[in-house]
């Protein structure tokens, strides 16, 4: 499944973006989706995940409370809602699938390209 995220920017400390990570397959619901980041210098990071139906979520405790992942199967699109956001939070957010909802980047199959988060002070 080729997949491409957008939605990234500069916004201020406390506001909000919402990233969309859309995909080109029909089987895009035989797919667990997660959303990982990478700062500047830094090794990629899990920061949320959603299973194939849609009920079960899954937050690194970095996020968890102001970021909120979500599919939309027939729009073969699943976003990343992030709110309260932090200068900690800047970095390439990058949206990933697999067979099943895993933690580790190096077990997802397909990546998008990155799109930028700034969060200024």
């Known amino acids: 499944?080729?997949?491409q995220a957008s939605g990234g920017?500069?916004?201020?400390?406390?506001?909000s973006l919402r990233l969309s990570c859309a995909a080109s397959s029909r089987t895009f619901g035989y797919y667990a989706l997660a959303w990982f980041r990478q700062a500047p210098g830094k090794e990629r990071e899990?920061?949320?995940?959603?299973?194939?139906?849609?009920?079960?979520t899954y937050y690194a405790d970095s996020v968890?409370?102001?970021?909120?992942?979500?599919?939309d199967d027939?729009?073969?699109?699943?976003?990343?809602?992030?709110?309260?956001?932090?200068?900690e939070d800047t970095a390439d957010y990058y949206c990933a699938a697999a067979r099943t909802?895993?933690?580790p980047p190096a077990q997802y199959q397909s990546w998008g390209q990155g799109t930028q988060v700034t969060v200024s002070s």
């Open 101 to 103: 909802v895993v933690f």
């Open 46 to 56: 899990f920061v949320a995940a959603i299973n194939r139906s849609g009920s079960s």
């Open 64 to 71: 968890k409370g102001r970021f909120t992942i979500s599919r």
């Open 74 to 87: 027939a729009k073969n699109t699943v976003y990343l809602q992030t709110n309260m956001l932090k200068p």
């Open 1 to 3: 499944v080729q997949l």
């Open 9 to 15: 920017g500069l916004v201020q400390a406390g506001g």
